[in-house]
């Protein structure tokens, strides 16, 4: 409310304000406050805001889950997950997974005496070596980060539930996103999400979240979030909600683009191979936007460099999942974090590249990989 005549003015300063009771505005306001009134059910930002809740409703509506929460960060997120574990517990994952989160996990679960077992989750036998009556967290990205292999999330959820029924199984679903892949119809316990990626898709926020199945596992992540401070801003959240509208357009266009690019680097006599995941339609029900490939007689990894200099429409760094396309090479950038042998244990080396591909004409982004294959060997421009 507007102050009375009888406040002064430098009270007005402070106190006025404008009654918004019949305001009815057609996007939701961004509630750039700390702290809401005595009484009111949002508390504090720390706890709770109406720009944060309206995300994750959403992610909750396409996850299908009991609840969402949304955090400062996707790392966050892992990190809430892995605050789930208390020392002397056991924890399995699969070794393909973003560079940092596997770095997180490696010391998280040292530090705290915490039992790790890397095993490639998609193979039956290395599964069921690698969970045990006492594992308590079973970890993977699908598709896999870097390769895009795909894990079978059922079989999977099924023979965790036989051999280590108390374990969480958490898949991190970010290059799939719900529109494709649903973790928690198909036996996941909690799905993560950095929502940096396609869910911004400008390259302009950090935010991530989780989507869990059960309201206790739900309430854990919310104060773990709660009480590590692990909280997003609401212009962030603001900013990924107006973005979220525009996802299936997005989404849609990387998924032809990507299906066009692929048909040329799959028939082009410079590229060796090219990794992109299984399209069952029914895990994995679409897919685009991100891609791998290796090029040929590139055993150090200079030709993969010399292209990736050479791009024009693809951008050196660390966006990616964007409206603009981008080109890295994951052994110096996602995976910089992994020891060499960490690195060699998995199989990746200097020579894999990662193409993440935008909303520029599919035509264009043809003849600039065409041209830079062509120069992969040239000097690199300066």
């Keep these: 409310m507007m102050p009375g005549k009888e406040l002064r003015k430098e009270t007005a300063l402070v106190r006025a304000r404008v009654g918004t009771a019949g305001a009815d505005p057609?996007?939701?306001?961004?509630?750039?406050?700390?702290?809401?009134?005595?009484?009111?059910?949002f508390f504090y930002t720390r706890s709770d805001n109406p720009n944060f809740r309206e995300v994750e409703e959403l992610f909750a509506f396409l996850d299908g889950g009991a609840g969402a929460v949304l955090f400062a960060s996707g790392m966050a997120a892992v990190d809430a997950v892995l605050g789930l574990l208390k020392p002397g517990d056991r924890m399995a994952a699969h070794p393909l997974i973003y560079g940092c989160s596997y770095r997180l996990i490696v010391d998280h679960c040292?530090?705290?005496?915490?039992?790790?077992?890397?095993?490639?989750?998609?193979?039956?036998?290395?599964?069921?070596?690698?969970?045990?009556?006492?594992?308590?967290?079973?970890?993977?990205?699908?598709?896999?980060?870097?390769?895009?292999?795909?894990?079978?999330?059922?079989?999977?959820?099924?023979?965790?539930?036989?051999?280590?029924?108390?374990?969480?199984?958490?898949?991190?679903?970010?290059?799939?996103?719900?529109?494709?892949?649903?973790?928690?119809?198909?036996?996941?316990?909690?799905?993560?999400?950095?929502?940096?990626?396609?869910?911004?898709?400008?390259?302009?926020?950090?935010?991530?979240?989780?989507?869990?199945?059960?309201?206790?596992?739900?309430?854990?992540?919310?104060?773990?979030?709660?009480?590590?401070?692990?909280?997003?801003?609401?212009?962030?959240?603001?900013?990924?909600?107006?973005?979220?509208?525009?996802?299936?357009?997005?989404?849609?266009?990387?998924?032809?683009?990507?299906?066009?690019?692929?048909?040329?680097?799959?028939?082009?006599?410079?590229?060796?191979?090219?990794?992109?995941?299984?399209?069952?339609?029914?895990?994995?029900?679409?897919?685009g936007g991100m891609l791998f490939l290796r090029l040929d007689g590139d055993p150090d990894g200079r030709k993969a460099d010399a292209l990736a200099d050479a791009l024009r429409?693809?951008?050196?760094?660390?966006?990616?999942?964007?409206?603009?396309?981008?080109?890295?090479?994951?052994?110096?950038?996602?995976?910089?974090?992994?020891?060499?042998a960490e690195k060699a244990g998995i199989g990746l080396d200097k020579s894999l590249v990662r193409l993440s591909i935008g909303l520029e004409a599919a035509e264009d982004l043809i003849a600039d990989l065409k041209r830079a294959l062509k120069a992969r060997g040239r000097n690199r421009k300066p």
């Design 110 to 287: 040292a530090r705290l005496g915490i039992r790790l077992d890397f095993a490639d989750l998609s193979k039956t036998k290395a599964l069921h070596s690698a969970l045990h009556a006492d594992t308590k967290i079973v970890f993977f990205e699908t598709p896999t980060n870097p390769f895009l292999k795909s894990i079978d999330i059922r079989r999977l959820a099924e023979a965790v539930k036989v051999k280590s029924p108390r374990a969480l199984v958490v898949a991190d679903n970010t290059w799939a996103t719900p529109l494709f892949q649903t973790p928690l119809a198909l036996g996941a316990d909690i799905a993560l999400y950095s929502c940096s990626k396609f869910f911004s898709g400008h390259s302009d926020l950090i935010l991530g979240a989780a989507t869990a199945k059960d309201k206790a596992v739900l309430e854990m992540l919310r104060k773990r979030r709660f009480y590590s401070g692990a909280v997003p801003d609401p212009f962030a959240a603001w900013l990924l909600r107006r973005s979220l509208q525009t996802l299936e357009v997005r989404l849609r266009r990387q998924v032809e683009n990507t299906r066009r690019i692929l048909s040329f680097l799959k028939r082009h006599p410079a590229v060796r191979e090219v990794f992109f995941p299984r399209v069952d339609g029914t895990q994995l029900k679409a897919y």
């Design 313 to 340: 429409l693809f951008d050196r760094g660390t966006a990616l999942a964007c409206v603009s396309s981008a080109v890295a090479i994951p052994y110096t950038g996602s995976h910089l974090s992994m020891t060499e």
């Design 26 to 41: 057609l996007v939701t306001p961004i509630f750039q406050t700390a702290a809401f009134r005595s009484g009111d059910p």
